[in-house]
């Protein structure tokens, strides 16, 4: 089955500063992968996601990245501010019977100090 | 347009026991899935239902079993508890076309003394 590694698994940063946080998996069938954001309390909240068939894409602060030839994608965060600190988890899809299943990493806790 | 709701918040049982956990879907939503979140782990997927059947099922035992309801709305069943079976279990919602994109719930924490 798929298997999905994320790094690393505690990221601090200063407020403004970027983060990065990455992501490999193991099934060269998945074609899907999301990044969610879990707030303590709260179930993951899909924030950004990316298809196979795309190298990179961006909503405002939140950028993805893929490289399907090595198998891993990344999640980059600009200009940092406290309120972006949460639980993040990557997750690799592939179809299965009409349905997408997913693989989670297993998070990385970001600080972000004001 | 409602989110995910769950029920219980909060749970406690002893081993042994049998506990019945409830979702329901985001309106419009078509299909349920669910996940158990062990501390400090991402989300393991035990199963989905579409069209109140099963389709698709992670790596868990018969004791977890499901419903899903005409409305949409959905059971996660679980016997014989064990320990190890504390965890936050989280449903999330979709449609069937586009399935990928999951709106969870705020989960029920389930705690097995």
């Known amino acids: 089955g798929e298997n999905v590694e994320q790094h690393p698994s505690t990221l601090s940063v200063q407020e403004g500063d970027s983060a990065v946080i990455k992501c490999t998996y193991s099934d060269s069938a998945s074609n899907y992968f999301p990044w969610y954001k879990q707030e303590l309390g709260k179930g993951p909240q899909l924030i950004i996601d990316i298809r196979s068939n795309v190298g990179e894409k961006k909503d405002q602060r939140i950028a993805v990245t893929l490289n399907k030839t090595a198998k891993h994608f990344s999640l980059h965060i600009t200009e940092t501010q406290p309120e972006d600190s949460a639980v993040y988890f990557c997750?690799?899809?592939?179809?299965?019977?009409?349905?997408?299943?997913?693989?989670f990493g297993r998070g990385t806790s970001l600080i972000v100090h004001p | 347009e409602t989110g995910v709701t769950q029920s219980p918040t909060h749970l406690i049982k002893t081993r042994g026991q049998q506990v019945t956990l409830r979702c329901s879907s985001q309106s419009g939503h078509n299909t349920v899935s669910w996940y158990q979140q062990a501390l400090g782990q991402g989300p393991q997927f035990i199963f989905q239902y579409y069209r109140e059947e099963e389709n698709g099922r992670g790596n868990f035992p018969p004791r977890f079993s499901g419903l899903q309801f005409p409305n949409y709305s959905s059971e996660l069943n679980v016997n014989a508890l064990e320990l190890d079976d504390s965890a936050l279990y989280l449903c999330?919602?979709?449609?069937?076309?586009?399935?990928?994109?999951?709106?969870f719930g705020s989960g029920t924490q389930l705690s097995v003394l």
């Open positions: 997750a690799a899809s592939f179809p299965s019977g009409g349905s997408y299943i997913p693989t």
């Open positions: 999330a919602s979709s449609l069937w076309q586009g399935a990928e994109k999951l709106f």
